[in-house]
């Protein structure tokens, strides 16, 4: 069965500024990532991980080379557009859980498909069944303090999956988690991409990458090595938090 690419990125440059303050964040990236698929993306600081996440995220535009998601290319869409995309087919998890503060976890994972119009009580009743299966069964009408650090991370996976979102984009997502916690919360990342989501996670910990298909390393901008797994990735005897 042929694998269907959710994300395909081909010499994809990035620059910033000109002349002598011209700096090549990215140059001739080549990448793509599949359904079912985790690829993790490690670095230094500087070698350009953010950009290339922001890229992919359609958050930013590259310099040269073109960039497709669900098979739609980005290159000539304009604003309203990619923000259409996003919300429809990106999910994005930061370390810093990104939840609006005076929405509950229900509200806050329902809030992108009631913006693209499904009626609230769909979208709440879809909200409850994405909190069901990261393990928060009955916390819809709870707020952000009210949740540990690992179940706003799992609120965050929920949102960012909600609908029909299939490419899951991770920004170093277990750093403001302690190491249980976050092996849980990369477990789940884990799980939801052998489900079917297409997932990319920057990490600067060898650990966490452990837990992709594929762990891509850059330098200067530009891809120094690719490694692939050759092992089952690592498992938690408990995982919950």
Not at 73 to 85: M, P, S, Y
């Amino acid at each position: 069965m042929t694998e269907r690419i959710v994300l395909s990125m081909r010499s994809v440059g990035k620059t910033f500024g000109d002349g002598v303050q011209r700096v090549d964040a990215l140059l001739d990236i080549d990448l793509e990532v599949a359904a079912g698929e985790l690829v993790a993306i490690t670095g230094r600081s500087g070698s350009g991980k953010s950009t290339l996440l922001n890229i992919a995220g359609a958050l930013d535009t590259p310099t040269s080379g073109t960039i497709s998601i669900a098979g739609e290319n980005l290159v000539g869409l304009d604003g309203k557009e990619l923000a259409l995309l996003r919300r429809r087919h990106i999910g994005f998890v930061f370390q810093e859980f990104n939840l609006l503060p005076t929405l509950k976890a229900g509200e806050n994972i329902s809030l992108p498909l009631e913006l693209d119009g499904v009626p609230l009580a769909d979208a709440r009743e879809q909200a409850e069944a994405a909190l069901n299966e990261v393990g928060l069964d009955g916390k819809a009408d709870r707020y952000g303090d009210e949740l540990s650090g690992g179940e706003r991370q799992r609120v965050a996976i929920a949102r960012a999956l909600i609908g029909q979102r299939n490419l899951l984009l991770a920004d170093e997502p277990t750093g403001a988690l302690d190491e249980l916690t976050g092996e849980s919360v990369l477990q789940l990342i884990r799980s939801r991409c052998d489900a079917g989501a297409a997932g990319l996670l920057v990490t600067h910990d060898p650990g966490w990458a452990a837990f992709a298909d594929r762990v891509v390393r850059l330098r200067d901008g530009r891809i120094e090595s690719i490694t692939h797994r050759s092992a089952t990735p690592p498992t938690l005897e408990r995982l919950e938090l």
